[in-house]
């Protein structure tokens, strides 16, 4: 892309795209403009929407369309999309949880709300103090500084929220914040990118004096702990790592690696409530 | 006494560690309301009620940070005094001010 002739304009065909996977379309979104960004606008977009109805009410409620700069003409209607919402961001921008979320302040626990608003702060607080420790990975040096992207989604009693952003990503991060754990999980061969992500968690829950910063990545991790049935995905570079509310009590953990990178951090929180209709 | 509630003499919505990562910050609220009072000797009453809540790196920043600012951890409890229907809230609080460190 950032090859082509100056001012060349950039098609974006999504003729054939059926479905979309809050996730994986978050950062497809945090991409396009991370590539707007870095052109500086030069290059003109263009885009042939889907033929699929639902997608395209997506685009419209997200307002992607004025992004794009071409309307998809389609109405948000269907119940599975007028509950998307989306926002995005630079550094920590606290008042953006309305944006996101205060569509279900009389569904969510206090308790719930709070602990949300903590989680999703302290991912952009993390976004905004470690942005410039390391060039993202992906071979091109135009980085997104301190921005980060956020979906909500309410979907089958469940709320769902997204958070990403395109930095260095944790696992790459935890050799500078945190040498000692680093060099220990070298030694044992530990060392990847799932392994990083859970005991980079690991090690800011169970941090107490020694060090003043980093104990966010716990809050992010835990606030899905009491609530069972709720969980937490950390993707970050390579791997993820899965905290979740047993029903019959308890946390259970997951992790995996993938072939691939997404050169960035995500944070899925999906909590299971029960949303009152609209009368 | 010198009284400020979070909410409404700040932000409904605190959040971040520096100043460089948004107007709310912990070392915002520390700068405009902490330091000053602590400067002259004066007792502070701080109201945490109200707020969507507080992330670790905020509340850190704004009381610990004192502590690492060069007021001693001591005189910080006692001069800055906090209200809030969760007494956890407070107790986390005073967790960080004793667990600072002054910068050397």
Known sequence: ?279 | MNHVKVATDFSRYPAGRFLKDGPFSGEAFRNKFLEPKLLAGEVILVDLDGTRGYGSSFLEEAFGGLVRHGYDADRVLRLVQLQSKRESLQQEIRGYIRDATRDS
């Not at chain 1, 082509?4 to 991409?31: C, M, Q, W, Y």
């Not at chain 1, 500086?40 to 395209?56: A, E, F, I, Q």
């Not at chain 1, 606290?94 to 205060?102: I, M, P």
């Not at chain 1, 020694?210 to 069972?228: C, F, M, N, W, Y």
Request: with cysteine; glycine share 8%.
């Open chain 1, 1 to 279: 892309m950032f090859n082509t002739p100056s001012s060349a304009p950039i098609h974006l065909d999504f003729s054939r795209v059926k479905r979309l996977n809050a996730e994986g379309f978050l950062l497809v979104v945090a991409e396009l403009q991370r590539c707007v960004s870095a052109t500086y606008g030069r290059h003109p977009l263009t885009c042939t929407h889907s033929v699929n109805d639902k997608v395209c009410q997506v685009f419209e409620q997200i307002e992607l369309g004025k992004f794009l700069g071409t309307s998809t003409g389609a109405t948000p209607a269907d119940d599975d999309v007028v509950h998307w919402r989306f926002v995005q961001g630079r550094r920590v921008e606290g008042e953006k949880y309305e944006a996101v979320l205060s569509d279900f302040n009389d569904e969510l626990p206090e308790s719930m709300q709070e602990s949300l608003f903590i989680g999703i702060t302290e991912a952009m607080t993390n976004v905004a103090n470690h942005a410039d420790e390391l060039p993202r990975a992906d071979g091109f040096s135009f980085t997104c500084l301190e921005k980060w992207w956020m979906f909500s989604q309410y979907r089958d009693g469940r709320l769902t929220v997204t958070f990403c952003d395109l930095g260095a990503g944790i696992p790459r991060t935890l050799p500078i914040k945190r040498p000692a754990l680093a060099k220990l999980m070298r030694r044992l061969g530990w060392y990847d990118d799932a392994n990083a992500i859970r005991h980079s968690i690991k090690d800011s829950i169970s941090r107490t004096q020694e060090d003043h910063r980093g104990k966010g990545l716990g809050q992010i991790a835990r606030l899905v702990d009491s609530t069972p049935g709720a969980f937490v995905n950390i993707l970050s570079n390579a791997g993820v790592y899965g905290r979740s509310a047993q029903i019959s009590g308890g946390v259970g953990h997951k992790r995996r690696n993938y072939r691939d990178s997404i050169f960035g951090t995500m944070i899925v929180w999906s909590i299971p409530i029960q949303k009152q209709e609209e009368s």
